[in-house]
């Protein structure tokens, strides 16, 4: 087996994914700097602050019904 040959068998995941990588953030760069992509410093709106609000407790509940005693007779024994 030729030495290219055995280099590439031995290093082929780094070789494919190592360039792959490079060409992934090449293009990411690239993307990034072209512009047509960015604003304008007048079309830059602020986002506004954080805004925390609270919302008030719901009043309680009215107090439930009592329930008629149908069964008090084995209560009394």
Same mark, same amino acid.
């Given at each position: 087996?030729?030495?290219?040959?055995?280099?590439?068998?031995?290093?082929?995941?780094?070789?494919?994914?190592?360039?792959?990588?490079?060409?992934?953030?090449?293009?990411?760069?690239?993307?990034?700097?072209? #512009? /047509?992509?960015? %604003? +304008? &410093?007048?079309?830059?709106?602020?986002?506004?602050?954080?805004?925390?609000?609270?919302?008030?407790?719901?009043?309680?509940?009215? #107090? /439930?019904?009592? %329930? +008629? &005693?149908?069964?008090?007779?084995?209560?009394?024994?």
């Amino acid at each position: 087996m030729s030495k290219l040959r055995s280099f590439w068998h031995n290093y082929k995941v780094l070789i494919v994914m190592g360039s792959g990588l490079g060409m992934v953030h090449w293009g990411w760069y690239s993307i990034k700097s072209n #512009p /047509l992509l960015k %604003k +304008s &410093r007048e079309e830059f709106i602020p986002e506004p602050g954080i805004v925390s609000y609270i919302t008030p407790s719901p009043p309680p509940l009215p #107090p /439930l019904p009592e %329930k +008629s &005693r149908k069964r008090g007779t084995k209560d009394k024994e």
